[in-house]
């Protein structure tokens, strides 16, 4: 029996092959004569069975070798590192959707309508994105409100595509509601509530080790992005990055913290929340901290497509595209990664052109925010 | 290696004639015997049984028969099946094989022929009893 002494050798299975190679030597030792062992013969079902269950049994040993941490439960699948937060009393964060107001515009000849909870209406995007009307409160549209009105609409579904650029938004078409009803594309529509993504197995992870930061006197910068980000201590599940600056950017003692969401800088709420949450809170240094959302730092992207196929490349691309950058978590974005999203894109067999030829690094008390230009041929 | 056909020597895993059933014994089987063997095997697994030989079996092993219904056609085609399997056997050089089906038994018959020129019989029935084992390797 040879032992097992390293996390290498715990985590390395032997395969099916090596398994039944073993034990046909086994075989050889014991004096049998292995060869003319068609596959019916019955003394080869006892090999290859036994090699598949013995390949099997490692390979059971490697996943619970490696679920021994929550990085190595990362390399098995999404479950394992769901049971792995558990030791951290941390749960995924799931997706959430989109929230716009978005201006209408209703017909003279169709006014007065109002809108409001009962109100069946639908808007769809370039890229097909459906969402839905939300409204709380009555909104009349009629001659006294100049045929206009701001109402909330719901992505339909959970997850970044709900966070259109306002361009897109602004040209949506009314799948569904009263005749005579558009949206008013010279106001501008406004993301009240950012969507986003589940958690990736990365962001969690990260987060939940974050919890040891809020174990000691005062926090450290993983105990802010734990307490910021964490809806159990306090925090909103809608900011998704925390960037903290501790190198005394206003002053000997002082610590700052940027704060965006998945479609860019935190809202005004959205700080104006964790400011209230943040002065509850130990912290750390002398000279105080501040909690403030992050600058925009805004980058013109114009991309040509080739695509064979999809009339709707260039609108997904958009999406895809704002959604990426809205994954950034660190300090780069790269044209590789810019180059893969479009190259993911159905239909799309070339990026022929693109205006940004290098990396996007992200200032320091900033986030990146592509504002796409995206044409197909 | 190839071994010639006296040299094979496999476990014997028939553990009754009639009923037809199957064990892991301690018992050995060689050469012709062993081969014909094999070939029965081959038509009581289910095709795909067999991790490492997926290829190997039918759709309808012989003791999945019971209670089964035929038409001529399909009896047809069951033989080929038959034949094919036998034949995908090694040391095998030839098979025929015969099914018929009167008064609820359906009766599998078989003449191999082995490497060694020698002809065997191989014949199996299925009732609504059971499958039995009538005949395997007696003198042709």
Known sequence: ?377 | MTLALAQVRDLDCIATFSPLTFDEGSAEVSGAAAILRRILYRWCTPAGFLSWAEGLGLKRPILDLDASTWTPQQLRGYEAALEREAKDEDYVLTAKVRVTLAAGVLTIRATIKLVDGITYPLEVTVDQAATALRTIGAAA
């Open chain 1, 1 to 377: 029996m040879t032992t097992i002494a390293t996390y290498e050798e715990a985590t390395t299975a032997p395969t099916q092959e090596e398994k039944h190679d073993d034990l046909l030597a086994d075989c050889v030792d014991q004096g049998c004569t292995v060869a003319g062992w068609s596959d019916s013969a019955p003394q080869r079902a006892m090999v290859e069975g036994n090699a598949t269950a013995l390949a099997f049994e490692a390979g059971m040993r490697v996943q619970l070798a490696k679920a021994s941490t929550l990085r190595g439960c990362a390399e098995l699948d999404d479950t394992w590192v769901d049971q792995g937060l558990t030791w951290y009393q941390v749960a995924r964060i799931a997706a959430t959707q989109a929230v716009w107001e978005v201006p209408l515009l209703i017909a003279q000849a169709s006014a007065p309508v109002t809108i409001g909870p009962t109100s069946r209406i639908l808007l769809q995007v370039a890229d097909g994105t459906i969402f839905e009307c939300s409204q709380g409160s009555a909104v009349t549209l009629n001659a006294a409100s100049n045929y206009r009105g701001r109402v909330a609409f719901t992505a339909r579904l959970v997850g970044t595509t709900g966070n259109q650029v306002p361009g897109a938004m602004a040209q949506a078409r009314v799948i569904a509601g009263p005749a005579g009803l558009s949206v008013d594309s010279e106001a501008t529509a406004a993301l009240t509530t950012a969507a986003r993504d589940a958690e990736t197995n990365e962001t969690a992870i990260a987060r939940a080790e974050g919890r040891w930061g809020t174990l000691s006197g005062v926090l450290t910068a993983g105990g802010w992005r734990y307490v910021l980000c964490t809806p159990e201590a306090g925090g909103q599940a809608t900011i998704t990055r925390v960037f903290v600056d501790d190198t005394n950017p206003n002053g000997p003692g002082t610590t700052a913290i940027y704060l965006a969401n998945a479609a860019g800088p935190a809202s005004a709420d959205e700080v104006a929340a964790a400011q209230t949450q943040a002065s509850g809170l130990t912290i750390a240094g002398t000279g105080g901290t501040t909690v403030a959302a992050c600058v925009a730092e805004t980058v013109e992207l114009v991309v040509d497509l080739l695509v064979v196929g999809n009339p709707l490349a260039s609108a997904q691309a958009v999406t895809a595209l704002v959604q990426l950058a809205g994954a950034v978590t660190g300090d780069i974005l790269y044209l590789d990664a810019i180059t893969a999203t479009l190259m993911a894109i159905p239909g799309v067999r070339n990026v022929p052109t693109m205006s940004v030829e290098e990396d996007i690094v992200r200032p320091r008390n900033g986030v990146i925010v592509l504002s796409p230009t995206v044409t197909q041929a």
